[in-house]
């Protein structure tokens, strides 16, 4: 897991506060349209179960996932931290195609910061038909055989509220908007992207990069891809008796937390 460059000398986009580029990231989505259909059929007989949340890991760029973080700082007590925390080993670990979001809950199939849920959350079941058709057929390719029946079309439960579906320039308009406010924060141009040193990543790969060192992010790579399930077990059981002693020095308690967010 590479981390990526804050470097941004020779980006003409002026670099604000963290608060300044919430602000910027709040008026855009408020921006976004309405969509109704996705809440109003999750539990219902024959609805979704949520399966787009429970199978899917969004990829966020850095100011979403501080804007999601301090929302968990605010609203999250340490025990629930510690559970994200938790979640984001296990989710990272994990060798499977379909992995789900760190911040769905099971249980009442509800996401749990719904209220900063990121751009790719917004746009899903709405984003045009041509854009979104050309990445399903390439993923389709790309993960033959058993990840192919993952990979399932845009959701067909979701709406516009107003009806009028956004078109290709609409979203391609939101998505410059939302790079503008990534680079606000001192972020690359060059460096928004979801390859190695990208900083278009999953909510799991940004909590483990906010708390661990670079050595302990590259065993757990190679422990990724090489090491067993008990091994990987033991590594989470280990990791996570040090968080929930640290914890409170980790994030601040519930005192500091907005001096850390």
């Not at 976004?32 to 979704?48: A, D, F, S, V």
């Amino acid at each position: 897991m590479k981390r990526f460059s804050n470097k941004n000398k020779k980006n003409k986009v002026k670099v604000v506060t963290k608060e300044e580029a919430f602000a910027s990231l709040r008026s855009l989505y408020d921006e976004l349209p309405e969509t109704t259909g996705c809440i109003e059929n999750i539990n219902k007989e024959g609805g979704c179960g949520g399966w787009c949340c429970s199978l899917q890991s969004p990829q966020v760029l850095q100011v979403e996932f501080l804007y999601a973080w301090s929302y968990v700082m605010k609203h999250f007590s340490d025990e629930e931290v510690v559970d994200l925390i938790e979640k984001s080993f296990r989710t990272y670990l994990n060798n499977d195609f379909s992995k789900g979001c760190i911040f769905w809950n099971s249980e009442t199939k509800l996401c749990t910061i719904h209220e900063c849920r990121p751009f790719n959350c917004y746009l899903y079941g709405i984003t045009p038909k041509e854009e979104f058709d050309e990445r399903y057929k390439r993923l389709k390719e790309e993960h033959k055989g058993e990840f192919g029946a993952v990979i399932r079309p845009q959701c067909d439960l979701v709406s516009v509220a107003d009806g009028e579906m956004p078109e290709v320039k609409e979203t391609d308009k939101w998505w410059n908007e939302l790079k503008r406010v990534e680079q606000s924060l001192g972020i690359k141009e060059s460096d928004i992207h979801d390859g190695s040193g990208g900083s278009y990543r999953t909510y799991h790969d940004y909590i483990l990069m906010r708390f661990l060192p670079d050595e302990i992010l590259q065993q757990m790579t190679l422990l990724r891809l090489h090491g067993q399930i008990e091994e990987k077990e033991q590594f989470v059981c280990n990791a996570m008796k040090y968080f929930k002693d640290k914890v409170g020095e980790l994030i601040g308690g519930k005192n500091g937390r907005a001096e850390k967010s």
